[in-house]
């Protein structure tokens, strides 16, 4: 009794193995990977509860998780899941693997479990980033000197910004760089990013350049892009500054979605 359920149905790449309710109250909130059985690679983390890792695993997760995790259904990893489902079909005997590495934990230890095993596993599917990564994920110790040593972002009450979390800053290719990694494919509101006065590309909680959406458009995927051009000088100095400035208002850092609504309505 309480033993995880399996009911091999076989050839279809989809492990029906399933947590009983016993087990699923004594487990609460766990952290796992996945990976591709082709060649061991570890391809998505994720935190959840009930049985998440097997629905996940298998890419069969709803709607409503989608929106949850940030996906839509030509996101990388439900493409590498629906191609090891094919080889299963065709008798290759392949299934997504699934590891759980921490499991009865609250909500809140797991997301900070997940950020720091997603930092540990460069080149993941994971649309988002981990809980809280983009301030506090991993960093060498010259940069979070340098971090701390920066000027806070003042106080912006009259202005309408779109923060958006970027992956990587090169610091010799100017903004032209940086404007190519925020400016498109984002799952965001048109209506609310048109009312935004700039856009500000955001690296390790740190402002990196602001810009004005001179138009949106939306893309094939459900995603949009904005084409744009650098904020006037004064706006440029007073978000900016000359390295950065460090976003430190809790409404305005991005815990795990690269999104975020700065005196925007809904």
Not at 4 to 33: L, P, T, W
Not at 100 to 119: N, P, S, Y
Not at 144 to 168: F, M, R, S, V, W
Not at 252 to 263: A, D, E, S
Request: charged share 25%.
């Amino acid at each position: 009794m309480g033993a995880a359920q399996h009911d091999d149905r076989g050839g279809n790449g989809v492990s029906s193995m399933q947590f009983s309710s016993a087990v699923i109250e004594k487990v609460g909130f766990y952290v796992y990977r996945l990976i591709d059985p082709r060649n061991g690679e570890t391809f998505y983390v994720g935190k959840g509860k009930g049985n998440r890792v097997f629905q996940h695993a298998g890419g069969s997760l709803g709607k409503e998780d989608l929106e949850w995790t940030g996906e839509d259904e030509v996101s990388a990893k439900l493409k590498r899941i629906k191609d090891i489902r094919r080889q299963a079909e065709a008798g290759f005997g392949l299934e997504v693997i699934h590891v759980i590495h921490r499991h009865g934990m609250d909500e809140k230890t797991a997301f900070e479990v997940e950020a720091a095993l997603i930092d540990a596993y460069p080149g993941l599917s994971n649309v988002q980033g981990g809980h809280s990564s983009g301030d506090r994920g991993s960093m060498h110790a010259s940069q979070i000197q340098a971090k701390y040593d920066l000027p806070e972002l003042g106080d912006c009450a009259d202005l309408k910004l779109l923060l958006i979390n970027i992956n990587a800053v090169e610091s010799d290719k100017g903004w032209e760089n940086v404007y190519d990694q925020v400016r498109t494919s984002w799952r965001l509101s048109p209506d609310r990013a048109r009312q935004a006065d700039f856009i500000i590309a955001v690296w390790r909680g740190i402002t990196q350049a602001a810009y004005v959406a001179e138009r949106w458009k939306a893309l094939p995927t459900g995603r949009y892009e904005f084409e744009g051009h650098p904020a006037p000088t004064e706006i440029w100095k007073r978000l900016i500054g000359s390295n950065g400035k460090r976003v430190v208002h809790p409404d305005m850092k991005h815990l795990q979605n690269p999104i975020r609504y700065w005196n925007i309505p809904q």
